[in-house]
């Protein structure tokens, strides 16, 4: 069974940068894309970011040029570096993983989330 935690968020001011951490255990993650989602009060929840297993990385326009996802195969990790936070990136953020090694991952295959992590940026 997979488990996802995240850790890093916290409360940072408008400018200010956070990087996000998700350890992910119970099976091997060879062949897997990883990512971040997010959600806000009231919405729904959001792509933010993916790596595939290629490597290959995709961003939500919103956050593109700010954020930077990175992965570590040995240690079956992937972080989310966020700089020049913004009031709108406040969210809880969500590490998940999808069963595949193609490039094209698309969002609905994302699945066992983690508990997420709260980040809020203060205006």
């Known amino acids: 069974q997979v488990h996802l935690v995240e850790s890093g968020g916290g409360l940072v001011q408008a400018g200010g940068s956070l990087t996000l951490s998700c350890a992910a255990s119970?099976?091997?993650?060879?062949?897997?894309?990883m990512g971040w989602f997010r959600q806000a009060p009231g919405k729904e929840r959001d792509f933010v970011a993916a790596i595939t297993w290629s490597g290959g990385t995709l961003y939500a326009d919103s956050v593109k040029g700010r954020f930077t996802i990175s992965r570590d195969y040995a240690a079956s990790t992937v972080n989310l570096q966020m700089h020049r936070l913004a009031p709108e990136d406040t969210a809880v953020y969500y590490c998940?993983?999808?069963?595949?090694?193609?490039?094209?991952?698309?969002?609905?295959?994302?699945?066992?989330w983690g508990q997420g992590t709260q980040v809020t940026v203060s205006s």
């Open positions: 119970g099976r091997t993650f060879s062949g897997y894309a």
């Open positions: 998940a993983v999808a069963a595949t090694d193609s490039d094209y991952v698309p969002y609905a295959d994302f699945g066992s």
